[in-house]
């Protein structure tokens, strides 16, 4: 699956208050109540790459034990998106290197 297509598809609950963010710079809508990683994975095909190979990672246990959905705000922050709320105006990233386009990808 492509990086730039959502990993994750909403099945219920869609009707619960949407919330502003975004990924990359790019604007992205979730629901209250979203960990971060449903929010980003709802939008995109990954959290983040990793730091020493590159490839895409999306989380692995959703219980915050496995350090791998760690992912960084904007201003350079680490948060575990397992288990991290979304909140309106949160400025995530996915580490893409020489992103230039604006595109999730």
Same mark, same amino acid.
């Given at each position: 699956m492509s990086s730039s297509q959502p990993l994750l598809r909403r099945v219920a609950e869609q009707d619960r208050e949407a919330v502003a963010f975004s990924i990359d710079g790019v604007a992205a809508s979730a629901l209250v109540g979203d960990t971060v990683l449903t929010a980003m994975l709802t939008q995109v095909? %990954?959290? %983040? %790459?990793?730091?020493?190979?590159?490839?895409?990672? &999306?989380?692995?246990?959703?219980?915050g034990a496995c350090q791998d959905c760690w992912v960084e705000t904007a201003d350079g &922050?680490?948060?575990? &998106?397992?288990?991290?709320?979304?909140?309106?105006?949160?400025a995530l990233t996915t580490g893409r290197s020489g992103a230039t386009d604006g595109a999730l990808a």
């Open positions: 095909g %990954r959290l %983040r %790459r990793n730091e020493f190979s590159g490839e895409a990672r &999306a989380g692995f246990c959703m219980m &922050a680490r948060l575990r &998106a397992c288990s991290t709320f979304i909140e309106s105006g949160m």
